[in-house]
């Protein structure tokens, strides 16, 4: 131990001769002790070094700010798309009235978003903006989040509601079809709805459910909706009668007739002949007796075709 100490203090105390030879010119000698040269190296390296961490420290700079302007980039296009999905999102509400007023739904007329919702989803898009022009530091995670899950939930409720409206077209597009809406007969009409004096001549006035029409024998009888045939064959006081089931509530009867060319679960589309006009069952000549059933009640046939 004491001879490497001895070692070490010689070479501090020893001189170093440091001679610089230019191609031109005399040469230049240097006498440095071991310890200078020793207190020289220790300063190189430390300037060695606090030039790497400095270069390291300016390269991560640079690499990080890189970083900032392609991610600010990234937001940006992110929030354009964001605020043009929130555009189709209010189209698509614009649209949703349009269809419920043109189809006739509860509350087409007036279908707004409940009071203070619509404010509130305005700041919300205003919030968004300046979310994504913040800087990186000052994002807010967890407040994108929500508005993705308020843009979400919009969605949803705007796929719901067209669903519904869909739904409700399909079901009303099925009803107009099952809905009577044309003459049974091109006859001319010569008994009405309502009360009437007794044809077989009564002292006392009866109630008349439906129309009659008197026509030629033979005449052909049109069922007046899309529907299925539920009865063909006498019925006491109507001799030979249809009775079609249209659903959605209506049905329809067609008397006296003759020469029945259905039957009982026989699908039926509206103008399609289902007989012959006749004088069966207790009538006073060749005509159809046509009633029109809604809901379970006999209702004015000639509010059901022009």
């Known amino acids: 131990m004491a001879k490497k100490l001895n070692s070490i203090n010689r070479f501090l105390s020893d001189r170093v001769d440091i001679m610089l030879m230019p191609r031109a010119g005399a040469a230049r000698k240097f006498k440095l002790s071991g310890l200078t040269l020793v207190i020289l190296g220790l300063i190189w390296l430390v300037l060695t070094l606090g030039a790497l961490w400095i270069w ?44 419920r007023q043109m189809l006739g739904m509860p509350g087409g007329k007036f279908i707004n978003l409940p009071k203070g919702l619509e404010e509130k989803a305005r700041k919300e898009d205003e919030r968004a903006k300046e979310l994504f022009g913040s800087d990186l530091k000052d994002f807010d995670t967890e407040e994108f989040e929500k508005y993705i899950d308020s843009m979400q939930d919009t969605a949803q409720e705007r796929l719901a509601s067209f669903q519904e409206i869909a739904w409700y077209y399909a079901n009303r597009r099925e009803g107009l079809h099952s809905t009577p809406s044309i003459r049974p007969s091109s006859a001319r009409i010569s008994s009405g709805f309502g009360y009437r004096k007794d044809p077989f001549g009564k002292p006392v006035g009866k109630m008349h459910s439906g129309l009659d029409f008197a026509g030629k024998p033979d005449s052909p009888i049109l069922v007046t909706a899309d529907g299925v045939v539920r009865h063909t064959g006498w019925v006491n006081g109507y001799g030979q009668a249809v009775l079609v089931d249209h659903g959605f509530g209506y049905s329809t009867l067609y008397a006296h007739a003759t020469g029945i060319k259905v039957k009982a679960g026989d699908v039926v589309k509206r103008g399609q002949q289902i007989a012959f006009m006749g004088t069966t069952g207790r009538s006073t000549g060749t005509h159809l007796h046509y009633e029109v059933w809604k809901d379970g009640r006999p209702v004015n046939p000639r509010d059901y075709f022009k």
């Open 56 to 99: 390291s420290r300016a390269y991560d700079y640079h690499m990080t700010k890189a970083d900032n302007r392609l991610m600010r980039v990234k937001m940006k296009l992110i929030a354009d798309e964001l605020e043009r999905g929130r555009e189709y999102l209010n189209l698509t509400q614009t649209t949703e009235k349009q269809m």
